[in-house]
């Protein structure tokens, strides 16, 4: 098939395309590369800041126009596929459509079903956006609301999902927002992972547990990662003869990349249900995740044995001590990461995965 991925979220489309590729299709990314991220594509659709920006990226979205047609299979990262206002990419999906034979949506983040079911209707027993019947009420969580509720954002959003031929949600979390409303078009597909040449399931180190952790500058309450990290940190002062805590501050992938080698374990999301790309890529290397991993993470994916997440519930205290737990207790760790290899192999390996899409795509 010829397919033509648009967008970028951690990683997920330029992963899916090397699997893709494997399996002989022939495969176009076009993306900004997630922004400070830079992940790869094949044509670059990054925006200058300011309103000059804008008119360039516009005129070149027009002029790559030839490029984005005639494919077999479109699919969008996020009904915000392009770096422009929701109103100019009315017209931009409706020539995608025009022009190539079917459009898929990708629900791998932030939008008007995530941010609404989770408001309102509450699939879930914490999210970004609630902690049970209670809203959150911090600045980024209004922030988003504000942006994706009543407004062409959500008129956009809510246009694609029933115009396209099917929706791919890449979290537990996502499915439970998406499939209630659209039963019959809604499919959850694992993150694809590209397993390393090589990993460890031994300590990093005999004398310190290496503990991990990267945060956006832009979505470090949002996530919680500032409160995982205010945990860390605090177990690192009492704890410093026993563990060493290596902090990654909003740096491209590749040097994120690097910075996680050599950990024990990595902390990541405070309110998921499911590990996202980061820590899914530190387990295919033998590194542990402390995060997501609720019961439904295991069911949705009908994993019976293997459990190797430590889940945390969403308090500076679950978090304080489920990481004080590891560094108690490092023989845990290398079956810890034994099973972490494990399940990635399983469930995400990158040419599985790219198998699992085509499938859909097909239905």
């Given at each position: 098939m010829k397919i033509l991925l648009l967008g970028e979220y951690s990683n997920v489309h330029a992963t899916l395309a090397e699997g893709l590729r494997g399996l002989g299709h022939h495969v176009t990314v076009i993306s900004n590369g997630d922004f400070f991220k830079d992940y790869p594509r094949d044509i670059d659709v990054s925006r200058k800041p300011g309103k000059l920006g804008g008119i360039l990226l516009l005129a070149?979205?027009?002029?790559?126009?030839?490029?984005?047609?005639?494919?077999?299979?479109?699919?969008?990262?996020?009904?915000?596929?392009?770096?422009?206002?929701?109103?100019?990419?009315?017209?931009?999906?409706?020539?995608?459509?025009?022009?190539?034979?079917?459009?898929?949506?990708?629900?791998?983040?932030?939008?008007?079903?995530?941010?609404?079911?989770?408001?309102?209707?509450?699939?879930?027993?914490?999210?970004?956006?609630?902690?049970?019947?209670?809203?959150?009420?911090?600045?980024?969580?209004?922030?988003?609301?504000?942006?994706?509720?009543?407004?062409?954002?959500?008129r956009l959003n809510k246009y694609i999902a029933e115009d396209c031929d099917g929706i791919i949600t890449g979290l537990y979390?996502?499915?439970?927002?998406?499939?209630?409303?659209?039963?019959?078009?809604?499919?959850?597909?694992?993150?694809?992972?590209?397993?390393?040449?090589?990993?460890?399931?031994?300590?990093?180190?005999?004398?310190?547990?290496?503990?991990?952790?990267?945060?956006?500058?832009?979505?470090?309450?949002?996530?919680?990662?500032?409160?995982?990290?205010?945990?860390?940190?605090?177990?690192?002062?009492?704890?410093?003869?026993?563990?060493?805590?290596?902090?990654?501050?909003?740096?491209?992938?590749?040097?994120?990349?690097?910075?996680?080698?050599?950990?024990?374990?990595?902390?990541?999301?405070?309110?998921?249900?499911?590990?996202?790309?980061n820590p899914l890529l530190a387990m295919s290397k033998g590194i542990i995740c402390i995060g997501g991993g609720e019961p439904e993470n295991y069911e949705i994916i009908n994993e019976t044995e293997l459990r190797p997440i430590i889940n945390v519930e969403p308090t500076y205290e679950s978090v304080y001590h489920e990481v004080e737990q590891l560094v108690l207790h490092p023989e845990r760790i290398p079956e810890l990461k034994r099973q972490s290899v494990e399940y990635i192999k399983k469930h995400h390996d990158f040419m599985k995965v790219a198998m699992q899409y085509v499938d859909f795509w097909n239905r």
């Open positions: 070149k979205l027009y002029t790559l126009l030839p490029k984005m047609c005639g494919y077999d299979v479109v699919q969008l990262i996020n009904p915000m596929f392009f770096e422009l206002k929701a109103e100019r990419l009315f017209w931009f999906y409706k020539w995608l459509r025009k022009h190539n034979k079917r459009v898929f949506l990708g629900a791998f983040g932030m939008d008007y079903y995530w941010v609404h079911e989770c408001t309102y209707n509450k699939p879930l027993r914490y999210s970004d956006f609630n902690f049970g019947n209670e809203v959150r009420k911090d600045p980024e969580a209004v922030r988003y609301q504000e942006d994706w509720l009543g407004t062409a954002k959500e979390e996502y499915w439970a927002c998406y499939h209630p409303v659209f039963k019959d078009k809604t499919t959850y597909i694992p993150f694809p992972i590209r397993m390393p040449a090589s990993c460890s399931t031994e300590r990093a180190s005999k004398s310190k547990v290496v503990l991990f952790i990267g945060i956006n500058r832009e979505r470090s309450a949002y996530k919680g990662t500032d409160i995982m990290l205010r945990a860390a940190q605090d177990l690192h002062a009492h704890y410093a003869h026993r563990m060493k805590l290596n902090i990654a501050e909003s740096v491209p992938f590749d040097e994120y990349r690097q910075m996680m080698e050599g950990s024990d374990a990595i902390l990541d999301q405070l309110y998921a249900y499911t590990p996202s790309m």
